[in-house]
C-alpha cells in the first residue's frame, strides 16, 4: 500500500537553496503574524517577502513559504498563480508594467508599449532584454485611468506616460 | 507629483478638499484642518448611534453597488458574541476609476480617521484596509499616516492594518477580498452567508469601500442633514460624489460634485469638453461594468443612482470613460472583454469560458473575419453570462458589449461587411 | 407536520424534506436529477459550475439548487425553458474547450458531460472556428492520470483531497481560461485514498492507471459488494467484463464508507480473477495422487471422513469467508471438541480523516467480526497447534494454511494449497467472495450483503452451499438451498444475529444485536 507521507514536508531539491526566512526577514514575518488570527492568512505577505528579497518565486520558494506557514506546497502554487504580481520565473532589473485597458488605450497607451519595447531593447512582451535590464509588460487598469498611460517601473508609479518620454524614463532607470 | 487641478466653482470639495497639499498627509497636518475631531466625537456616541447617523444621512457605497452604508453596519450583530471585522476595500481597479487612489495617497487620515469610526459602529477590533498591489504610493503614504496615528494613540484599543493586494481585479469584489486576505486565490464566495453573518475568518464583517468611508466623519462632524441636503435629483442619492473621468477629454482628473450633477455639465464645463476638434461619441459613466451611453443619453443623464438607472446604465463607482468620435468602440470593447477575461477568477463557467469566447469573437471580428451571425452569438452569450454566476464579473462583461452592440451595431457591421479594414488585435 | 419538516414542490411534486434539505437533495427525493458537476454530496459545497441552475418561484433570477436551502412553500421549477436555457448555456460553455474525445476516453458511457449533452445540450456548437485549449497529460500519482484538456475546472478533486483527504496536494492553478488543476512539482496524489477523485471525476479528466483502456463502460456488469480489503466493511461495486473484475469502485454507504474507498480496497481486486482454480472436487487415490471427481462422490468421500472421526476438530478459516460458510464449519463439526480461528493480516491504518470513522484498518480481515462473533478466535499460532493433533482440519479457502495434521484434512478452497503442506485428503473447490452471494460482518457490527459478480469455473460452488451439502448429508435433513436460507438458519440459532434476516439487510446492511460488544454470539 501506498504510505502517507506529510505533504507539507519539502523534498531536498539540492543544497545550493537559499532560505527567505531567516533572520531578519523572518522577524518580519513573524510581526506580520500577529496581525492575523490564522497562520494562513500571511500567505500574500510572505510570498511579497520573498520576491522582494529573491526578485521571483520559485517552486523551492513556494514550498518554503508552506512550512513556515503551514500549508503545502501546492496550495501555495495555487494562490502564486492567481496573483499576477508575483513572479514565477526572473525578470529583469527593470519590471516595467504598461497599462493597456480601455481608457488609456483610447489616449494611446499601445504606443508607449512599443515605446518600451523598442527603446529597452526588450522586443518582446515579457521577454528579458538581452542586457537583463529590461522586462515590459502590459497590464490591466492600474487605477489611475484619469492619468494616462500610467506605467509602473518596479515600485515606481509613473503617470502621464507618453511614447515621446519613454526615451528619458529609459536613460533614467537604465 | 501635483494635483492637476483647482477645484472648479461648480464643484462641492468635501472629501477633495485638502487633495494637492501635501501637508495634509502628515498626522500633525491633518489635526491642523480639524482632523479627528469628527473621531474624538464618535467615540462619546453609542455605536448604534453613529450607525443611525450615517443611515440618516442617506450615505450609500461608493465602490458600485451603492447599497445604504448605514443599513449595511445595522447588519452585525448588536450582541457581539466573536470577533468583529472591518475590511476597508482599497483594492480599486475597476477601469476607469481613480477615486480611492487620490484619497488614500491626499488624505490618508481622511480614510483612518472614517475607518475607526466606522469600526466603532459595528463594534469590530480590527480593521484591514485591502490595498492593490500595484498602489505603491498610496501604500506608503498610508503606512506612514498610520504610524503617525498610532504613535500618536489615535485609535485606542482599534486595529488597523494594511494589507497589499498582488494583482487581481476580482479581489475587489467583497468576499473575494475577504478570501485573499485570508490567504486564498481570490474567489469570490457564495452568498449567502453575507459577511455580517460569517465574513473574514468566518466571523461578521463589514467591507467599505474608500469613498464611502472617506464620507463617515465630515457626516458626523456636519450632522446626516448637512450631508443629506446635498442632493440636485433623487432623494435616494445624497452627499457628494467623485467622479473619475478619463479617456478621450480635455481635461480628465476627479471631480466633486453633489449627486445628481449633470454629466453634460460634468464633461463640458468642469472637464473641458472635448478634444479641439473632437466630438462626444459615448461614455461609460459608472466604471467598465456598466452599460455604456450614447453622446443623446450622456448629454441628458444626472449623476446620481436613479438618473443612471433612468437611462439604463448604473452610477457603479463613478469612472467616466469617455469616447470621441476618433474611438474604434469595436476596439475599445474587445479591450475591456479582455480585461475581464484576464481577471475572471475561473470559478463559474459561464464567465471563464464566456468572457474567454467573447474576446475571441470580438478579435476575429476586428481581423475582418466575422460573421452576421456573430452579433447574435455575443448577445446570446452575453445572456448566458448575465445573472448567472457567484459575483457579477461576468455580467460586467456582457454589458459594454450588450449596449455597444445595441447603441453602435453598425461600427461592428462595418467591419463584418468590410466596410472598415481590419485591425490586428495587439 | 413536524416542525422539522419542510413542504416545498417540485416540478409539480410536492414533498416533505428536513429543513436545511438542499433544493438539488430535496430533488432527488422528488425524483428530479438536477443536472449538475461541482455538486457531491459527500463534498463542501461549492456552487461553481452554475450547471444546477433551477427557476425558484419569487427568486429574482435563477439560483444554484446545490446551495439553497428549501423554504416552506418553495416552488421550484427545473424544466422551465430559463433554466433549461441557462444549463444549456453553460454545456455549451463547457464544451468549447472540450476535447470531444469520447471515442478514446475511458469515461464515455459513464461521463456526466456526455449525458447531460444529450439530454439537454445544444446539437451543434458555434465555436467552431477557434482551436481549443490545450494542456498536456499530467501524471499525478501512483494510480492517477490528470488530462486537463477534459478537465471543467468542478474543483471536486481539489475539495477532496483537502476537505476530505486533509492533504491539499491538487489546486486551482492560473486564473479565467488558462486555469487547469495542478500539482506542485515536489508533491504526488499519493495519499491512500487518493483513486477516490478518480470516481468523483465527472469527465474523464483524472484517470485511473489500473483502468486505463480496460473496457468501456457500456461493456461493465456492475454487481454491488462489500470490500474485502480490510474489517472496515466498505459498501463496493464490482464492474466485471466478459466474466472478469476489471475495476472496484465505492458504493455509496452513508454508515460505513460514505462515497470512499481507499485505493488499498480499489487495487486489491486481481486475486478475484485467479485463473489456477480447482474446477472439480478432488480425492486421495493412495499411490495416485488425486482424482477429480463429481460432488455426489466427493460427498460420499466426506461422510466416511467425518463419519469415522471422533475428538478433535480444528477449523482453519480465511476472514474472506462468508457468515453463513464460518457458520455451516463450526455446525458441521458440532459433534467434535472444536476450535475455530481465522488468519488475520495485519498492515498499516490508514484513515480518511475527513469521515469520522473510516479508515483502511489495520486488520485486513473483511469478516474478522462475523467470525468471532461465531466463535472463532484470531490466535492463528494456537489453533495450528491444535490442528496438530486434531482429527478433524477443516481448511476454509487457506491455501497458505501450514497444516501438520495427523488427522483427517478436509480442504474447501479455490486454488490448491501451497506445495509443502500437508496435503488435504479432500479438496472441495468453492466460490471465491466475486462468485458467490454471503455476508460479512465489519468491526463496528454490520452484517452486509455481497453479490455474485462472475461465475466460479467448472465445479466450484459457494462454501455455504457445499458445507450446507456436507451437514446435509451427515445429519440428514435439507441443505440450504441458498445464502439466504444459509443466513437464516445462522440467524435462528446465534444470539447477535436472531433479530436479522436476510432480506432484511437490504443494501447497506444491519447491525448485530449488541454491535459494541468485541464478541458475542453462542460459545462452542
Known amino acids: 500500500m501506498t504510505k502517507v507521507r506529510d505533504a507539507t514536508a519539502p523534498r531536498p531539491q539540492g543544497t545550493d537553496y537559499q532560505p527567505v526566512f531567516v533572520g531578519q526577514t523572518l522577524e518580519r514575518l513573524h510581526q506580520i503574524l500577529t496581525r492575523y488570527p490564522t497562520k494562513q ?29 503551514g500549508l503545502t506546497p501546492a496550495y501555495v502554487k495555487g494562490v502564486v498563480t492567481f496573483y499576477t504580481m508575483y513572479h514565477q520565473h526572473p525578470v529583469g532589473k527593470n519590471f516595467v508594467q504598461v497599462c493597456t485597458t480601455s481608457p488609456c488605450n483610447v489616449c494611446g497607451a499601445e504606443d508607449v508599449v512599443r515605446a518600451f519595447l523598442e527603446h529597452t531593447g526588450a522586443k518582446d512582451l515579457g521577454a528579458t532584454s538581452p542586457d537583463g535590464r529590461w522586462t515590459v509588460i502590459e497590464v490591466e487598469c492600474l487605477g489611475a485611468c484619469g492619468f494616462a498611460t500610467p506605467v509602473l517601473i518596479n515600485d515606481d508609479f509613473i503617470e502621464s506616460v507618453t511614447p515621446e518620454r519613454v526615451p528619458e524614463l529609459v536613460r533614467k532607470y537604465g | 507629483m501635483g494635483y492637476p487641478h483647482k477645484p472648479h466653482p461648480k464643484e462641492t470639495p468635501v472629501l477633495s478638499r485638502y487633495f494637492g497639499e501635501a501637508d495634509a498627509r502628515s498626522y500633525k497636518g491633518w489635526v491642523k484642518r480639524g482632523g479627528y475631531e469628527a473621531w474624538e466625537q464618535a467615540r462619546t456616541m453609542a455605536p448604534a448611534a453613529i450607525t443611525e447617523l450615517v443611515k440618516e444621512s442617506g450615505l450609500r457605497g461608493r465602490g458600485g453597488a451603492g447599497f445604504p452604508t448605514g443599513l449595511k453596519w445595522s447588519f452585525m450583530p448588536r450582541e457581539k458574541k466573536a470577533p468583529h471585522y472591518l475590511c476597508v476595500n482599497a483594492d480599486e481597479s475597476e477601469p476607469g476609476t481613480f477615486k480611492d487612489r487620490e484619497i488614500l495617497r491626499w488624505t490618508p487620515h481622511q480614510l483612518l480617521e472614517g475607518t475607526a469610526i466606522a469600526a466603532r459602529a459595528i463594534q469590530a477590533e480590527v480593521a484591514y484596509i485591502y490595498i492593490r498591489g500595484e498602489f505603491t504610493e498610496p501604500w506608503a503614504v498610508m503606512e506612514q499616516a498610520l504610524a503617525e496615528a498610532e504613535r500618536a494613540g489615535v485609535f485606542g484599543d482599534l486595529k488597523i492594518y494594511l494589507h497589499r493586494g498582488a494583482g487581481a481585479y476580482i479581489c475587489g469584489e467583497e468576499t473575494a477580498l475577504m478570501n485573499s486576505i485570508e490567504g486564498k486565490r481570490g474567489n469570490p464566495r457564495i452568498k449567502p452567508p453575507f459577511p455580517a453573518a460569517a465574513g473574514l475568518f468566518g466571523m461578521p464583517t463589514t467591507i467599505n469601500n474608500v469613498e464611502t468611508l472617506a464620507a463617515v466623519p465630515h457626516i458626523v462632524k456636519r450632522g446626516a442633514a448637512w450631508y443629506k441636503a446635498m442632493s440636485l435629483a433623487s432623494p435616494k442619492s445624497t452627499g457628494t460624489k467623485l467622479f473619475s473621468v478619463c479617456g478621450q477629454v480635455a481635461k480628465p482628473g476627479n471631480y466633486e460634485v453633489v449627486m445628481g450633477f449633470p454629466l453634460k455639465d460634468l464633461l463640458y464645463e468642469l472637464c473641458g469638453g472635448m478634444r479641439p476638434g473632437r466630438t462626444l461619441k459615448a461614455v461609460i459613466p459608472g466604471g467598465s461594468s456598466v452599460p455604456i451611453l450614447t453622446r443623446e443619453e450622456a448629454e441628458t443623464t444626472l449623476l446620481d443612482y436613479e438618473g443612471c438607472a433612468e437611462k439604463g446604465t448604473m452610477l457603479g463607482s463613478g469612472g467616466v470613460i469617455v469616447f470621441d ?52 452569438l455575443l448577445l446570446d452569450l452575453a445572456d448566458n453570462m448575465t445573472g448567472k454566476t457567484i459575483c457579477v464579473l461576468s455580467d460586467s462583461c456582457a454589458a459594454p458589449v450588450v449596449s455597444g452592440i445595441k447603441k453602435f451595431r453598425n461600427e461592428f457591421e462595418d467591419y463584418i461587411a468590410g466596410r472598415k479594414r481590419p485591425v490586428a488585435a495587439a | 407536520m413536524p416542525d422539522d419538516l419542510v413542504t416545498l414542490t417540485i416540478d409539480d411534486v410536492a414533498i416533505s424534506v428536513p429543513k436545511g434539505t438542499l433544493v438539488i437533495e430535496a430533488a432527488k427525493q422528488a425524483g428530479v436529477l438536477v443536472p449538475h458537476y461541482c455538486y457531491h454530496p459527500g463534498l463542501p459545497v461549492a456552487g461553481v459550475c452554475r450547471m444546477c441552475l433551477v427557476e425558484v418561484e419569487k427568486a429574482p433570477k435563477l439560483q444554484i439548487a446545490c446551495a439553497t436551502p428549501v423554504a416552506e412553500g418553495m416552488v421550484v421549477r427545473t424544466q422551465s425553458p430559463e433554466a433549461k436555457r441557462a444549463r444549456q448555456g453553460v454545456l455549451e460553455l463547457l464544451l468549447i474547450n472540450h476535447p470531444l474525445d469520447c471515442p478514446i476516453c475511458d469515461q464515455a458511457g459513464e461521463c456526466e458531460l456526455q449525458d447531460f449533452v444529450f439530454q439537454e445540450g445544444r446539437p451543434g456548437t458555434r465555436y467552431a472556428e477557434y482551436p481549443k485549449r490545450f494542456n498536456p497529460v499530467e501524471d499525478f500519482g501512483p494510480d492517477v492520470l490528470y488530462v486537463p484538456n477534459r478537465c471543467i475546472l468542478c474543483t471536486r478533486c481539489v475539495r477532496f483531497m483537502e476537505d476530505v483527504a486533509g492533504q491539499p496536494v491538487l489546486n486551482v492553478s492560473e486564473r479565467g481560461d488558462r486555469a487547469y488543476i495542478g500539482i506542485h512539482p515536489a508533491a504526488r496524489l499519493d495519499h491512500p485514498w487518493a483513486g477516490n477523485v478518480v470516481d468523483l471525476c465527472p469527465v474523464g479528466s483524472l484517470l485511473s492507471k489500473d483502468f486505463l483502456h480496460k473496457a468501456r463502460a457500456w461493456e461493465l456488469d456492475k454487481t454491488p459488494s462489500v470490500c474485502t480489503g480490510c474489517s472496515q466493511g466498505c459498501n463496493v461495486t464490482l464492474d466485471t467484463r466478459d466474466n472478469v473484475v476489471v475495476r472496484v469502485r465505492p458504493r455509496p454507504n452513508l454508515e460505513v464508507n460514505r462515497y470512499f474507498i481507499c485505493d488499498h480496497g480499489r487495487l486489491e481486486y486481481r486475486w478475484m480473477n485467479r485463473g489456477d482454480r480447482v474446477e472439480a472436487p478432488l480425492v486421495t487415490q493412495p499411490g495416485h495422487g488425486y482424482r477429480a471427481v463429481d460432488w455426489d462422490e466427493a460427498f460420499d468421500r466426506a461422510r466416511e471422513i467425518l463419519g469415522g472421526a471422533r475428538g478433535r476438530a480444528v477449523t482453519l478459516a480465511s476472514p474472506r469467508a462468508s457468515t453463513e460458510a464460518l457458520y455451516l464449519a463450526r455446525r458441521l463439526l458440532a459433534g467434535f471438541a472444536w476450535t475455530g480461528a481465522v488468519r488475520v493480516v495485519v498492515g498499516e491504518e490508514a484513515p480518511l480523516p475527513g469521515v469520522p470513522n473510516l479508515a483502511l484498518r489495520a486488520e485486513r480481515a473483511p469478516n474478522l467480526r462475523g467470525a468471532e462473533l461465531l466463535g472463532y478466535h484470531r490466535d492463528w499460532t494456537r489453533a495450528l497447534e491444535a490442528a496438530a493433533d486434531a482429527a478433524i482440519v477443516l481448511v476454509l479457502d487457506d491455501a497458505t494454511a501450514p497444516v501438520r495434521a495427523t488427522g483427517k484434512v478436509v480442504y474447501l478452497g479455490t486454488v490448491m494449497p501451497e506445495t509443502g503442506v500437508r496435503a488435504p485428503d479432500l479438496v472441495l473447490p468453492i466460490a471465491n467472495a466475486a462468485e458467490e452471494e454471503g455476508t460479512f460482518v465489519n468491526r463496528d457490527g454490520r452484517v452486509q450483503r455481497y453479490f455474485q459478480a462472475r461465475t466460479a469455473p467448472g465445479m466450484a460452488r459457494p462454501a455455504w452451499w457445499v458445507l450446507g451439502e456436507l451437514l446435509a448429508a451427515a445429519s440428514g435433513g435439507d441443505a440450504p438451498g441458498s445464502a439466504a436460507a444459509a443466513f437464516d438458519l445462522l440467524a435462528a440459532e446465534v444470539p447477535a444475529f436472531r433479530e436479522l434476516s436476510y432480506r432484511a439487510l437490504g443494501m447497506t446492511g444491519r447491525l448485530v444485536a449488541d454491535p459494541t460488544a468485541t464478541t458475542a454470539g453462542a460459545r462452542a
Do not use: N
Open chain 1, 41 to 69: 492568512a500571511a500567505l500574500l505577505p510572505a510570498l511579497w517577502l520573498v520576491q522582494e528579497a529573491h526578485g521571483w518565486i520559485s517552486d523551492r520558494h513556494m514550498a518554503e513559504v508552506a512550512e513556515v506557514l
Open chain 2, 325 to 376: 468620435d476618433s474611438a474604434d468602440l469595436v476596439y475599445q470593447i474587445m479591450r475591456l472583454a479582455q480585461f475581464y477575461a484576464h481577471e475572471s477568477c475561473a470559478q463559474c463557467t459561464q464567465c471563464r469560458e464566456g468572457t474567454a469566447w467573447t474576446t475571441k469573437i470580438l478579435r476575429r471580428i476586428l481581423a475582418g473575419q466575422g460573421k452576421p451571425s456573430d452579433l447574435d
